[in-house]
C-alpha cells in the first residue's frame, strides 16, 4: 500500500521519539478529555500544510473530539487552548472505560503472564487486599466489575482500575496505547507495565503480558510465559501454566502463606513453590492438605486437572513457610 503523503511529500507516519513527546506534553491523552483512546491531530499547521512533524504542533484528540475537527465543528483556536492546557494537567490522570461496550457481561477472563483466570472473583489478594478483582454483576445482566491497582517496583501506583474504569497516573515515564494494547513505561527500556486486549473464545480477556510491581514487600513479576510472586519473608510461587476458574479466590499470599483456588478448579501444567535460604531455593515440602493424597507429587510432575475442593476440603492448597 502506498504511503499517504502530503504535498510536501511528507509522510503521515510521525516518528515514534515525535510521537512519545507530543504524549509527554499533552500527559498520555486526549487534552479535551483524558481519554487514552486518541489519535495523533497536526493542529498547526494541519497535516497537509506541515512540512515536518512538529511535536508542538501536533496533539492528542479522541474520536470524538477528532470526528468534530475533521467536520469543521470544533474551531482549531478551540484545538490549541486545549492543548495548552490538557485535561489530564487539571485532573492528574488519564482514563478509558473498559466495559463501555459490554464486554463484562459474563465470565470474566484475565491472562496474567502464564496463568488464565475465568470467572474467578478474586484473582491475586496480598495480605488480605485485593489486587486484582471482578466483582459480580450489581444487577442481572449487568458487567462484572473489575478493579486492580499497579504499582511499579517502588511501591508507587502507576495505574489502576475502579468499576471497570482504567486510570493511569501521568507521573509515568511514558503511557503508549496502540490498537489492543496499552504499556506504561519506567524509562525508555524499563517496561512497568503492559496488557492487552484479547478475544479468547468469543470473550473478553485481559491480558497482562508484563507487570514488575511492588506491593507492601511482595513482588510481582509477569512476562509472557512467567507468573512469579515473592512474599517479603521470601516465599515464591513461580507457575509456569496454569489455569484456575470458578473460584471465588484465585491467589491468595500472606507472608507465610499461599492459597490457590481454595473454591475452585485448577488445571496446572507446571508450577513450582519455593523458600529462599542462604543456599538460594530449594522446594518446601511441607504443604498441608486434609486428604492422604500426594498432591505434590501430582503438582510437580504431572499434567493433571485438580479440583481442589475435593483434594482439600477445609484449607485449600496452603502453605507455610515455617515447617508446621
Ligand atoms: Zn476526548
Known amino acids: ?24 506534553r499533552c500527559l498520555f491523552g486526549c487534552v479535551h478529555c483524558g481519554s487514552v483512546i486518541y489519535q495523533y491531530e497536526h493542529f498547526n499547521p494541519e497535516f497537509k500544510d506541515a512540512q515536518f512533524h512538529d511535536e508542538n504542533g501536533i496533539t492528542l484528540l ?11 465543528r470544533i474551531s482549531r483556536a478551540k484545538i490549541a487552548e486545549w492543548n495548552e492546557s490538557p485535561w489530564s494537567q487539571s485532573n492528574d490522570c488519564v482514563w478509558e472505560k473498559i466495559d463501555d461496550v459490554q464486554q463484562l457481561n459474563n465470565d470474566p477472563g484475565i491472562l496474567l503472564g502464564s496463568v488464565g483466570f475465568r470467572n474467578v472473583e478474586n484473582v491475586i489478594t496480598l495480605k488480605g487486599k485485593p489486587i486484582i478483582q471482578f466483582l459480580p454483576p450489581e444487577v442481572t445482566g449487568g458487567p462484572y466489575r473489575l478493579n486492580a491497582e499497579f504499582n511499579n517496583m517502588d511501591g508507587n501506583q502507576i495505574a489502576r482500575v475502579e468499576e471497570n474504569e482504567w486510570i493511569g497516573s501521568i507521573k509515568n515515564w511514558d503511557i503508549q496505547v496502540e490498537g489492543r494494547s496499552c504499556q506504561i513505561n519506567n524509562d525508555k527500556r524499563d517496561i512497568a507495565l503492559a496488557w492487552e486486549y484479547m478475544d479468547l473464545s468469543d470473550r473478553l480477556t485481559i491480558g497482562i503480558t508484563k507487570l514488575k510491581m511492588n506491593y507492601r514487600g511482595f513482588v510481582i513479576h509477569i512476562q509472557p510465559g512467567a507468573f512469579k510472586i515473592a512474599t517479603p519473608n521470601g516465599l515464591t510461587l513461580s507457575i509456569q501454566s496454569a489455569m484456575i476458574g470458578n473460584a471465588h479466590t484465585g491467589i491468595n499470599m500472606d507472608d507465610d502463606f499461599c492459597q490457590i483456588a481454595p473454591d475452585g478448579l485448577l488445571s496446572a501444567t507446571e508450577f513450582t513453590i519455593h523458600r529462599s535460604d542462604r543456599y538460594g531455593y530449594t522446594i518446601l515440602n511441607n504443604i498441608s492438605f486434609n486428604t492422604p493424597y500426594d498432591l505434590w507429587t501430582h503438582f510437580g510432575n504431572s499434567r493433571t486437572n485438580l479440583k481442589f475442593n475435593y483434594i482439600c476440603f477445609n484449607s485449600g492448597l496452603r502453605i507455610n513457610r515455617s515447617g508446621n
Open 62 to 72: 479522541c474520536a470524538t473530539v477528532h470526528d468534530k475537527k475533521t467536520r469543521g
Open 1 to 24: 500500500m502506498a504511503e499517504k503523503k502530503n504535498r510536501y511529500g511528507l509522510s503521515r507516519r510521525i516518528p515514534n521519539d515525535v510521537k512519545r513527546k507530543v504524549r509527554k
